[in-house]
Nanobody, 119 residues
Framework: QVQLVESGGGLVQPGGSLRLSCRASGSFIKINDMGWYSQAPGKQRELVATITRGGSTTYADSVKGRFTISRDNAKNTVDLQMNSLEPEDTAVYYC?????????????WGQGTQVTVSS
């Protein structure tokens, strides 16, 4: 079984910064793509940023130039550095990983961490 545990959410003022971290643990062969998704109240979960095992990244248009995704393959972690935060960034942020284990390949999700941007 694979577990994803996020940390780093909280309350921040507009223009501020937060760094989210996610660590994968359990029994698996390797982790392929990793990413961060957000879900605001009353809205569907949507992609924020993804990163391949080789380090190629993609971002939602709304966060380009403000957010940076990174990963450490040796530690099985993925981080999201969020700068110039806006009230519209308020959401629960979920870590996602495409994991190859001994018996299957599957998508896993973390439990989510709340990010609130407010003055």
């Amino acid at each position: 079984q694979v577990q994803l545990v996020e940390s780093g959410g909280g309350l921040v003022q507009p223009g501020g910064s937060l760094r989210l971290s996610c660590r994968a643990s359990g029994s698996f062969i390797k982790i392929n793509d990793m990413g961060w998704y957000s879900q605001a109240p009353g809205k569907q979960r949507e992609l924020v940023a993804t990163i391949t095992r080789g380090g190629s990244t993609t971002y939602a248009d709304s966060v380009k130039g403000r957010f940076t995704i990174s990963r450490d393959n040796a530690k099985n972690t993925v981080d999201l550095q969020m700068n110039s935060l806006e009230p519209e960034d308020t959401a629960v942020y979920y870590c996602n990983a495409d994991v190859l284990s001994w018996s299957r390949r599957a998508q896993y999700w973390g439990q989510g961490t709340q990010v609130t941007v407010s003055s």
